[in-house]
């Protein structure tokens, strides 16, 4: 496929991905960093918790059935349905060892770790991380009296390494591959919902102490490079 058709048939899926990464540098702005510490309330713990468990493991495959539903909606032919659920296959799979990868190579601790140091549970960020799963799960433990539930069970699930957000690179995936369908179907409404789904995935991982706003940003970045990757049909446009 010659280079200009294949990158208009891209244009789409960026057009979405420019979207949302505009409206989330916007609101990273002024939501680039929280208060650890204090009451939460029920109904916001339990939103942010939601909009990142729709994105993180186990419920993402929610997501992804969802999503996949799309073109049979469409009434695609049983073929173009097949290559488009391959296309987003290799997508995910992608995403996954980009994620895996770049934790390992920037072993930069999450903000929560720098919360338990300023409350003295550990003496460093980067001591948390040469703790064990159990030490580690201690030390969150310890700081029950002062975080909320809310934050405190997501802390004890996820001890690895800040950059990327896997949660928000998952959510960009989908803007990128699932916006971009909508998007050359004129099915703005479609769209429009996913980046504001992605949005809210974003904000959920700052709000949980999780991720740093330049996660966020290098995962819908990655999302983007990655996307080049995928190879195109024509009959799945």
Not at 165 to 187: D, E, K, L, M, P
């Amino acid at each position: 496929m010659p280079i200009y058709s294949f990158l208009r048939n891209k244009a789409p899926g960026f057009i979405a991905l420019l979207i949302f990464a505009t409206i989330m540098s916007g609101v990273l702005m002024f939501f680039s960093s929280v208060e650890l510490t204090g009451h939460v309330s029920d109904l916001t713990g339990i939103t942010f918790s939601l909009l990142t468990a729709s994105a993180g493991s186990p419920y993402f495959l929610v997501t992804v059935c969802v999503l996949c539903l799309a073109p049979l909606i469409s009434k695609l032919p049983p073929k173009a349905v097949v290559r488009l659920i391959f296309q987003f296959a290799i997508l995910l799979i992608l995403s996954f060892i980009a994620k895996t990868t770049l934790k390992h190579i920037t072993e930069i601790p999450r903000p929560y770790s720098y919360q338990l140091q300023s409350l003295g549970i550990v003496h460093s960020a980067d001591e948390f991380y040469q703790l064990s799963a159990t030490e580690k799960a201690a030390a969150v433990q310890m700081a029950t009296a002062n975080v909320s539930d809310w934050r405190i069970s997501h802390w004890q699930g996820e001890t690895n390494y800040s950059l990327p957000s896997g949660h928000t690179i998952f959510a960009a995936v989908c803007v990128v591959f699932w916006g971009g369908y909508f998007w050359r179907r004129r099915q703005l409404a479609a769209a429009s919902l996913l980046i504001l789904w992605a949005t809210g995935v974003g904000i959920s991982r700052i709000w949980l102490g999780m991720h740093w706003p330049t996660d966020i940003l290098a995962s819908i970045a990655s999302a983007g490079l990655l996307y080049l990757f995928i190879p195109e049909w024509k009959d799945t446009k």
